[in-house]
């Protein structure tokens, strides 16, 4: 099955600002990744080309990296999923940036069920939920977007099981 998964929101900030923030992504000060609800991402070398990591069951490798830009990984698991994701920042004019994070791969048919039952609804909510950090690293009002029912029971049943956190 051919995958194509993309989220973009507008923050009133110029890339710079927004950029700056990135920067801590992955890191023991990560201000975008929203690790208090879901598994942490992290990267046995760091965020480099090459660097191998991920977060929970989901593995990928680093394979274009552009400082404040653009950082772009190729999965390794689950099995079946073939193909890259990308977290990009785009200015837009003066003080405004775009964020986007993107998914393009083909799935064996395994992995397609997996993907459309149960993967899709968990990493569509935690990218919203990591662009609400992002958004609200910047505003006063504070933005929760809320989950669905499936993500609800979801989260509910994974949380009863032990996430993978060594990196390979």
Do not use: C
Request: glycine content about 6%.
């Amino acid at each position: 099955m051919q995958v194509i998964n993309s989220h973009k929101r507008i923050i009133h900030q110029p890339k710079e600002k927004v950029s700056e923030l990135f920067k801590t992504l992955a890191t023991t000060e990560d201000q975008v990744w929203p690790y208090n609800n879901w598994p942490a991402m992290r990267f046995k070398n760091g965020l480099r080309v090459g660097s191998r990591g991920g977060h929970g069951r989901i593995r990928y490798t680093i394979i274009e990296f552009q400082s404040g830009s653009r950082i772009k990984f190729e999965f390794t698991k689950p099995e079946g999923f073939n193909g890259t994701h990308e977290l990009s920042i785009k200015g837009i004019s003066d003080n405004t940036s775009e964020i986007a994070h993107s998914i393009t791969m083909h799935t064996t048919i395994k992995a397609s069920f997996l993907w459309v039952f149960v993967i899709r609804w968990l990493h569509d909510a935690l990218i919203e939920d990591a662009f609400d950090n992002v958004e609200n690293y910047f505003s006063e009002e504070k933005k929760k977007t809320k989950y669905n029912l499936l993500v609800s029971l979801l989260r509910a049943f994974y949380k009863r099981k032990p996430f993978q956190t060594k990196l390979v």
